[in-house]
């Protein structure tokens, strides 16, 4: 059975950072596009970056330069460092393939940005 647990979300301030991780089992990360998505309240779910299997990335416009995202092939893991966060940043963050599947939204991990 695939599962997706997302980790390290917090409270911080604006500017800060955050680092997410997302520990994958039942699916291998290094031949997968892995995703980061999030929902803010009354929002809709949204891209925010996506990693390929051969290591090209790409990012929503609104995060590009301020968040990178990696993954740890080894340990079958999948990352997104935030840096200069913005309260705008605050949302639900949830890692998934991509295109991301139904079946392997997991809880996400709330971020929450303070101005």
């Known amino acids: 059975q695939v599962q997706l647990v997302e980790s390290g979300g917090g409270l911080v301030q604006a500017g800060g950072s955050l680092k997410l991780s997302c520990a994958v089992s039942?699916?291998?990360?290094?031949?997968?596009?892995m995703g980061w998505f999030r929902q803010a309240p009354g929002k809709q779910r949204e891209f925010v970056a996506a990693?390929?299997?051969?290591?090209?990335?790409r990012y929503a416009d609104s995060v590009k330069g301020r968040f990178i995202i990696s993954r740890d092939n080894a340990k079958n893991m999948v990352y997104l460092q935030m840096n200069n966060l913005r309260p705008e940043d605050t949302a639900v963050y949830y890692c998934?393939?991509?295109?991301?599947?139904?079946?392997?939204w997991g809880q996400g991990t709330q971020v929450t940005v303070s101005s």
């Open positions: 998934n393939a991509d295109p991301p599947r139904n079946e392997l």
């Open positions: 990693t390929h299997w051969n290591t090209d990335t």
């Open positions: 039942g699916l291998t990360v290094s031949t997968y596009m």
